[in-house]
């Protein structure tokens, strides 16, 4: 028999051993529902698992994971399915899918959140903002908080709170043996170390624990969009702003094309533009001053600028980042951008011109709160980092595959000169000297030290994987 049958029967004698007291539901290909669940986010992604567990529970995850094992089966884990890899799903694999934990409970006396794995950016932000606050979160809002926390966790909030992971107070995990535990900074502290950046390499954390912070109910935000022939300038004018920005002031940088939608003449549709963003989570006031700067950058094509509700500004890029899109990006670290920085990041035109793809670039602040926490005190790397580059693009037609990824490969390579690290949430399938690099050297070994006491089988590999200390590959 090969690889494929011995999945297959595997599967099905694991669904025959669990039927009678797993919760959840067991998907096999064969069931109405396995097409639908087996579909991610990045619709580049195209994988058949052999079997799909929908926990219900904490229970339901550690019988999953047992019977997993018995039957040779590899193990995936699903949260919100948002990876640009498609982590949650394998083919031939167990995926175990967490998306129906998706229970949020706040405590605002304590400002606590103790959030389910399967929960959504959306709900964690909607129960929060009840009581006027929030933990940081992502740029989009059907984002997974598990994947998110685990990688890292950068948003709007987080130069003034710090990541997602550095608000993480606790956690309860399955571990590779099926056993469970409750980790926080007085009970295994490696462990919660290692979650906070680390991936899903340790366990499968079932439920999170935040510290909340008073954000909202309005913040400000604004955008200003350019002239190409003017990007020089507003180039140099985001580096200024960014030196000035306190913790509350997250900017974005962006080049590429104009589309409909964009606060733009119509003839710019299409054409390269440079954007300026801004979100202020601070006085609004403070907020006003800062949208009235985007017109000293640059005469601008088009610009807004005002208080928004603050869940309204989680839930703005939704729609660009929407599900059912085929996607790529390459993303790194940058410590300064200096003029020849400036100069690659503009010259993304050199990538998706002459017959190349059209592809995007982005610079995000980072810096704050961030940088204030050791670069040792969390797995999450690259603490003093200024800014995230990231060159994407988005497309529909799988034709367009090899020329989409080739255009935002070469725009990469540009700025990998200026470069150092990566964001590991930002990492596609890249090797394991890519992740290495999400870390450096001396955490990314006492990484590999903790994966071999926690998972010594490297249970958990179909993730940005770390590899146990000590252990054949």
């Given at each position: 028999m090969n690889a494929a049958t011995d999945n297959a029967r595997a599967a099905l004698d694991v669904s025959r051993e669990l039927r009678d007291t797993f919760r959840g539901d067991l998907l096999l290909p064969r069931d109405q529902r396995y097409e639908t669940a087996r579909l991610v986010w990045n619709a580049s992604i195209d994988r058949h698992p052999a079997l799909i567990a929908r926990c219900a529970g904490t229970s339901d995850i550690a019988s999953a994971l047992l019977a997993a094992r018995r039957h040779g089966l590899e193990v995936a884990v699903r949260g919100g399915g948002h990876s640009i890899a498609g982590l949650g799903v394998a083919d031939g694999a167990m995926t175990i899918d967490l998306s129906r934990m998706a229970a949020v409970r706040v405590d605002p006396d304590a400002r606590r959140a103790t959030v389910?794995?399967?929960?959504?950016?959306?709900?964690?932000?909607?129960?929060?903002?009840?009581?006027?606050?929030?933990?940081?979160?992502?740029?989009?809002?059907?984002?997974?908080?598990?994947?998110?926390?685990?990688?890292?966790?950068?948003?709007?909030?987080?130069?003034?709170?710090?990541?997602?992971?550095?608000?993480?107070?606790?956690?309860?995990?399955?571990?590779?043996?099926?056993?469970?535990?409750?980790?926080?900074?007085?009970?295994?502290?490696?462990?919660?170390?290692?979650?906070?950046?680390?991936?899903?390499?340790?366990?499968?954390?079932?439920?999170?624990?935040?510290?909340?912070?008073?954000?909202?109910?309005?913040?400000?935000?604004?955008?200003?969009?350019?002239?190409?022939?003017?990007?020089?300038?507003?180039?140099?004018?985001?580096?200024?702003?960014?030196?000035?920005?306190?913790?509350?002031?997250?900017?974005?940088?962006?080049?590429?094309?104009?589309?409909?939608?964009?606060?733009?003449?119509?003839?710019?549709?299409?054409?390269?533009?440079?954007?300026?963003?801004?979100?202020?989570?601070?006085?609004?006031?403070?907020?006003?001053?800062?949208?009235r700067r985007l017109r000293r950058a640059a005469p601008p094509l088009g610009d807004m600028a005002g208080p928004v509700p603050y869940l309204e500004v989680q839930t703005s890029n939704d729609t660009f980042w929407s599900h059912g899109v085929r996607r790529y990006w390459k993303s790194h670290y940058l410590w300064d951008l200096p003029d020849t920085a400036i100069d690659a990041f503009l010259g993304r035109g050199a990538a998706s011109s002459g017959g190349g793809a059209p592809v995007s670039g982005s610079l995000q602040t980072r810096g704050g709160a961030i940088a204030r926490i050791g670069e040792q005190d969390a797995a999450a790397g690259?603490?003093?980092?200024?800014?995230?580059?990231?060159?994407?693009?988005?497309?529909?037609?799988?034709?367009?595959?090899?020329?989409?990824?080739?255009?935002?490969?070469?725009?990469?390579?540009?700025?990998?000169?200026?470069?150092?690290?990566?964001?590991?949430?930002?990492?596609?399938?890249?090797?394991?000297?890519?992740?290495?690099d999400a870390y450096g050297a001396e955490k990314f070994q006492r990484l590999t030290s903790l994966k071999a006491r926690f998972d010594p089988d490297n249970v958990f590999h179909l993730n940005q994987n770390i590899h146990p200390a000590g252990r054949p590959r």
């Amino acid at each position: 028999m090969n690889a494929a049958t011995d999945n297959a029967r595997a599967a099905l004698d694991v669904s025959r051993e669990l039927r009678d007291t797993f919760r959840g539901d067991l998907l096999l290909p064969r069931d109405q529902r396995y097409e639908t669940a087996r579909l991610v986010w990045n619709a580049s992604i195209d994988r058949h698992p052999a079997l799909i567990a929908r926990c219900a529970g904490t229970s339901d995850i550690a019988s999953a994971l047992l019977a997993a094992r018995r039957h040779g089966l590899e193990v995936a884990v699903r949260g919100g399915g948002h990876s640009i890899a498609g982590l949650g799903v394998a083919d031939g694999a167990m995926t175990i899918d967490l998306s129906r934990m998706a229970a949020v409970r706040v405590d605002p006396d304590a400002r606590r959140a103790t959030v389910q794995a399967g929960s959504l950016l959306s709900g964690l932000d909607r129960e929060t903002q009840r009581h006027g606050l929030a933990v940081t979160s992502g740029f989009v809002s059907h984002t997974g908080v598990a994947g998110l926390t685990l990688g890292g966790g950068f948003g709007w909030t987080a130069r003034k709170h710090g990541l997602a992971c550095d608000n993480l107070r606790a956690a309860e995990v399955v571990l590779a043996d099926g056993s469970v535990t409750v980790t926080s900074d007085g009970h295994d502290p490696d462990l919660l170390w290692a979650l906070r950046g680390g991936g899903g390499n340790f366990g499968i954390v079932t439920s999170f624990e935040f510290e909340l912070h008073p954000v909202g109910p309005m913040v400000t935000t604004g955008v200003g969009c350019y002239d190409i022939a003017d990007g020089r300038a507003v180039l140099e004018a985001f580096r200024e702003l960014v030196a000035e920005a306190t913790d509350e002031t997250t900017w974005v940088a962006s080049v590429g094309d104009a589309e409909p939608g964009s606060p733009v003449p119509v003839r710019y549709h299409g054409k390269s533009v440079v954007s300026l963003v801004f979100v202020h989570i601070g006085d609004v006031e403070e907020g006003a001053a800062l949208g009235r700067r985007l017109r000293r950058a640059a005469p601008p094509l088009g610009d807004m600028a005002g208080p928004v509700p603050y869940l309204e500004v989680q839930t703005s890029n939704d729609t660009f980042w929407s599900h059912g899109v085929r996607r790529y990006w390459k993303s790194h670290y940058l410590w300064d951008l200096p003029d020849t920085a400036i100069d690659a990041f503009l010259g993304r035109g050199a990538a998706s011109s002459g017959g190349g793809a059209p592809v995007s670039g982005s610079l995000q602040t980072r810096g704050g709160a961030i940088a204030r926490i050791g670069e040792q005190d969390a797995a999450a790397g690259h603490r003093g980092a200024r800014f995230e580059f990231m060159a994407s693009t988005s497309w529909t037609d799988p034709g367009q595959d090899d020329p989409r990824r080739t255009s935002t490969r070469l725009y990469a390579d540009q700025m990998a000169p200026y470069g150092r690290g990566v964001y590991v949430n930002n990492l596609g399938i890249e090797g394991e000297d890519r992740v290495r690099d999400a870390y450096g050297a001396e955490k990314f070994q006492r990484l590999t030290s903790l994966k071999a006491r926690f998972d010594p089988d490297n249970v958990f590999h179909l993730n940005q994987n770390i590899h146990p200390a000590g252990r054949p590959r």
